[in-house]
């Protein structure tokens, strides 16, 4: 059994203010020092998951492994780790009621009044400390800020947490802004001086306050937020702005802040650790000092308005820029309102990323058909792939072809999924008026990979390999494998069982490929993704 230590990590003032990049942060560095680290997090919104949560308003839904649909932090974390997180990583509120009612509708609570301290508190400490003795951190995100109505058992659960456990076993990092004043270029502290009495009125003192800054931090600010925030002044860590988040690990250490929670628990830091952290993260912020030239590609989505909407897929082109050394300028084009062609003119890659229903999905179509025919490098990720198949269809073959998620006419050849078979053998059925959440095809699945094709070069030549789903439709392959290979369409990706096309290819085209996964959930910086690697290769190569 191993020693657990417990850090939390708050927000104050505001949202955004890369809560979910610290805790990522903290998670790798201490990972670099040899320990084992799982990394959680705690939704105080009452949604279930956010799988039915839009993209618009809360930026993308994180696939797992395991199928959990969550919350775009786990991107992170799983980005600077490598861990794979799981579903029991993650809660929300609504999750832990819809937990706690179950129970009381059983009778388990033996009459007793239900109350948010101790049943709902209680949940949420079982929920922390449920990897105890198995991994040597817990660092655990509390989603929003300190002060949200919603977030109140989270704090008072961690409150109760570090009365009950022994002191040097728990730290609190608050994650914080200084504000610089732009004309005066003064750094004002008071709202992290307000933000950290509010913590403390709510029984909670950090120890450590991580202050997000566009300025070199000042001495002065240093000094008056230990006086204020009763934080040891080597506690207080500059986390500057910066413009690639893979160099943050480097710059929290070089501020001190591994070194720091070390003292805290009172482990040891040895020279190698240091060197180990400069090793794997000092060479990630070479590569993204040495790069050189750009190359601009276009991505053609629906909600390109904001950008945690593609937040995986922008990482993993960016791993595709720091792995080639340049620069790649993504073009987003909104499907919905822009002017797509015009637009496409010079790119040298396009791609269309996964979404839902209708709306834009012409655009999109006349997108896939520029690149077809202009010879510009495409891939098209779930949706983007369906896509694919419909446009070769129409245009090549002058069929009506159509997706059920999109028409109520025409021919289907993307179709609702109604029936797959599981890793596990398990037969999966699925009904159009199933509930939305939780009920697609989700997570990784096996898919093989056919001989000679563009998908067998990309993979390196494998013939298996597994990827993430997240779809509800499917390219209807038993009713219209003819008229896709009139169409020229050549499957190279089939699913475990061979029933369901998972990769579409043109071979009469330098780089045309289709995915029904999603491959920027495991692209990494230290392993892009190969359909982004190659994708921009053959761009570079035009
Ligand atoms: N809307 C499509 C489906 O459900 C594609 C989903 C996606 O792109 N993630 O199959």
Redesign the pocket.
Known sequence: MKTTRYIFVTGGIMSSLGKGIAAASIGALLQSRGWSVKIKKMDPYINFDPGTMSPYRHGEVFVMSDGGETDLDFGHYERFTGIECTKNDTITTGKIYTDVLNRERKGEYLGSDIQVVPHITDEIKKFITSDEGKADFVVCEVGGTVGDIEGLPYIEAIRQLTQEMTKSLVLLVHLTYIITIRISGEQKTKPTQNSVQQMRSLGLSPDILLCRTESPMEDESKKKLQTFCGVKYENVIEALDTDNIYKIPTQYHESGLDKQICEHFGIGTTKSDEEAIKTKWGSLCSKIASTRGSVDIAIVGKYTKLKDAYISLNQAIIHTGMHLGTQININWIDADNDDVIPQLRGMKAIIVP???GARGYLNKVNAIKYSRENKVPYLGI??GM?LAVIESCRNICGVDANSS?FSETGEFVVDFLDTWVNKDGKVEIRKVSDNKGGT?RLGAHVCNIKPGTLASRVFGGSDKIVERY????EVNIAKYSDLFEKAGIVFSGMSEDGTLPKIMERQDHPYFIGTQSHPELISSPFNPHPLFVELIKAGIAL
Do not use: K, P, T, V
Not at 470 to 473: L, S
């Open positions: 996964g979404g839902f779930c949706l369906q998620e697609m997240r779809h509800r439709y």
